[in-house]
């Protein structure tokens, strides 16, 4: 019988996690900075402060990365490190809105044979009221696992929820970015068919969150009534906003990570709210910023009982090294984190939560070595809490993309845990 097309990679893997895991036995260190390499050229590098850049790397003490502090401390439980870290996770959001009434209201309801689809607004916090789309199959029987689908960061701006949900309206821009990372179908409406009730949210900035009225973008706007040449014209103002933006949250106390889990949080409370959704079982999931998001709120709330990662998980050194400037994004960015903490370790606090993490051997956004070492590290901890089959590294032969093999493996990680 042939081999599958991804076994070279899963060779390469196990003999990498193996130099790794002796290396870390032999020295309770990560190797120096400046001595990674990766097999793909370095996308960008920071030219004659590089050096620099990796000897305060190198000086982060790392102390409540898992690894590290397991054998630091090796009479204490997964259970200790993870109150520590997860203190530090939630001070460096710096976000702490306080809890308001939801105040939930449907805007639209729509139906057709396959799925009920809702418009739906709900509060997140004192000043953000969002709108989203709630989906379920209409005629399964209820109460339903509840799912909140994110969209990713990179992609059209001015389009957020419309990305995986079809509202009956398109534009081209659109039909592009579905083409080339959901294999054309709406994610959101698909995992709604699998038998979930599926909330989809903006994310900050973006679709009808995105800031009119500032630099060029005008304040009346839908972007489905644009050309595509005016599209991309209002884009790119769009964009050249999000690091004034990052700037007002940051003068504002706050951060971009810190203001999506606030609005994710609500989101789950949303789900939890419905009749519908049995709250006991509602999970996530997400591609690229959307996986990021999954990340941290898997780490975050306990109240998510499973989910699937599609697109972003390395190690930080690996990806400084590697392409900072083209997958370190706005919420990336936590002052005070990662000097203490590594990406991993984000889904090493939500063990013994079943999460599976996936990234494609062909994902050129993220280093082949740093995704080996990310999954021996999520591994490890997953062992260390004793549940090590609640962790699952899938690692098939893609792009930066959640098509329909990827959808269908992620509805199966979710069925087994959530029904």
């Given at each position: 019988?042939?081999?599958?097309?991804?076994?070279?990679?899963?060779?390469v893997?196990?003999?990498l996690?193996?130099?790794?895991?002796?290396?870390?036995?032999?020295?309770?260190?990560?190797?120096?900075?400046?001595?990674?390499?990766?097999?793909?050229?370095?996308?960008?590098?920071?030219?004659?402060?590089?050096?620099?850049?990796q000897?305060?790397r190198?000086?982060?003490?790392?102390?409540?990365?898992?690894?590290?502090?397991?054998?630091?401390?090796?009479?204490?439980?997964?259970?200790?490190?993870?109150?520590?870290?997860?203190?530090?996770?939630?001070?460096?959001?710096?976000?702490?809105?306080?809890?308001?009434?939801?105040?939930?209201?449907?805007?639209?309801?729509?139906?057709?044979?396959?799925?009920?689809?809702?418009?739906?607004?709900?509060?997140?916090?004192?000043?953000?009221?969002?709108?989203?789309?709630?989906?379920?199959?209409?005629?399964?029987?209820k109460?339903?696992?509840?799912?909140l689908?994110?969209?990713?960061?990179?992609?059209?701006m001015?389009?957020?929820?419309?990305?995986?949900?079809?509202?009956?309206?398109?534009?081209?821009?659109?039909?592009?970015?579905?083409?080339k990372?959901?294999?054309?179908?709406?994610?959101?409406?698909?995992?709604?068919?699998?038998?979930?009730?599926?909330?989809?949210?903006?994310?900050?900035?973006?679709?009808?969150?995105?800031p009119?009225?500032?630099?060029?973008?005008?304040?009346e706007?839908?972007?489905?009534?644009?050309?595509?040449?005016?599209?991309?014209?209002?884009?790119?103002?769009?964009?050249?906003?999000?690091?004034?933006?990052?700037?007002?949250l940051?003068?504002?106390?706050t951060?971009?990570?810190?203001?999506?889990?606030?609005?994710?949080?609500?989101?789950?409370?949303?789900?939890?709210?419905?009749?519908?959704?049995?709250p006991?079982?509602?999970?996530?999931?997400?591609?690229?910023?959307?996986?990021?998001?999954?990340?941290?709120?898997?780490?975050?709330?306990?109240?998510?009982?499973?989910?699937?990662?599609?697109?972003?998980?390395?190690?930080?050194?690996?990806?400084?090294?590697?392409?900072?400037?083209?997958?370190?994004?706005?919420?990336?960015?936590?002052?005070?984190?990662?000097?203490?903490?590594?990406?991993?370790?984000?889904?090493?606090?939500?063990?013994?939560?079943?999460?599976?993490?996936?990234?494609?051997?062909?994902?050129?956004?993220?280093?082949?070595?740093?995704v080996?070492?990310?999954?021996?590290?999520?591994?490890?901890?997953y062992?260390?809490?004793?549940?090590?089959?609640?962790?699952?590294?899938?690692?098939?032969?893609?792009?930066?993309?959640?098509?329909?093999?990827?959808?269908?493996e992620?509805?199966?990680?979710?069925?087994?845990?959530?029904?």
């Amino acid at each position: 019988m042939p081999l599958p097309t991804h076994v070279p990679f899963l060779v390469v893997l196990l003999s990498l996690a193996s130099t790794i895991s002796g290396a870390l036995s032999q020295q309770n260190t990560r190797p120096l900075h400046s001595d990674l390499t990766t097999n793909w050229p370095p996308k960008n590098t920071y030219g004659s402060l590089e050096h620099s850049i990796q000897q305060i790397r190198d000086h982060r003490p790392l102390d409540l990365n898992a690894e590290r502090w397991k054998a630091s401390h090796p009479d204490k439980s997964i259970e200790d490190w993870q109150a520590l870290a997860l203190a530090c996770l939630r001070d460096g959001l710096h976000y702490d809105p306080e809890a308001v009434p939801l105040d939930a209201t449907v805007l639209q309801r729509e139906e057709n044979e396959d799925l009920i689809r809702e418009l739906v607004e709900f509060n997140t916090t004192p000043w953000f009221r969002v709108r989203g789309y709630f989906l379920m199959p209409r005629d399964a029987k209820k109460p339903l696992p509840g799912l909140l689908v994110l969209h990713a960061w990179g992609g059209p701006m001015l389009f957020g929820k419309e990305r995986i949900v079809n509202t009956g309206r398109d534009h081209p821009v659109l039909q592009q970015h579905r083409d080339k990372y959901y294999d054309g179908t709406y994610l959101a409406e698909e995992m709604a068919k699998a038998g979930y009730a599926v909330l989809t949210i903006d994310n900050y900035h973006f679709g009808e969150r995105c800031p009119r009225g500032v630099g060029g973008v005008p304040k009346e706007l839908d972007p489905f009534d644009l050309s595509e040449a005016e599209y991309q014209e209002i884009e790119h103002k769009a964009r050249e906003l999000v690091y004034l933006g990052v700037r007002q949250l940051n003068w504002a106390g706050t951060t971009w990570a810190g203001v999506n889990y606030g609005d994710d949080r609500a989101s789950i409370s949303y789900l939890q709210s419905r009749s519908e959704v049995d709250p006991d079982r509602v999970g996530c999931t997400g591609l690229s910023g959307g996986a990021w998001r999954t990340n941290m709120l898997v780490a975050l709330d306990e109240r998510i009982k499973a989910a699937v990662s599609v697109g972003w998980m390395t190690t930080g050194d690996y990806q400084q090294v590697y392409n900072v400037r083209g997958a370190v994004r706005t919420f990336n960015l936590l002052p005070g984190i990662w000097n203490r903490m590594d990406i991993p370790d984000l889904i090493a606090l939500a063990a013994p939560t079943p999460v599976m993490v996936v990234v494609g051997t062909k994902d050129t956004m993220v280093p082949t070595e740093g995704v080996i070492e990310a999954n021996r590290q999520m591994q490890s901890a997953y062992t260390w809490a004793g549940h090590p089959n609640h962790f699952r590294a899938y690692n098939p032969p893609k792009i930066h993309c959640y098509d329909r093999e990827i959808r269908e493996e992620a509805i199966r990680w979710l069925d087994k845990h959530l029904n």
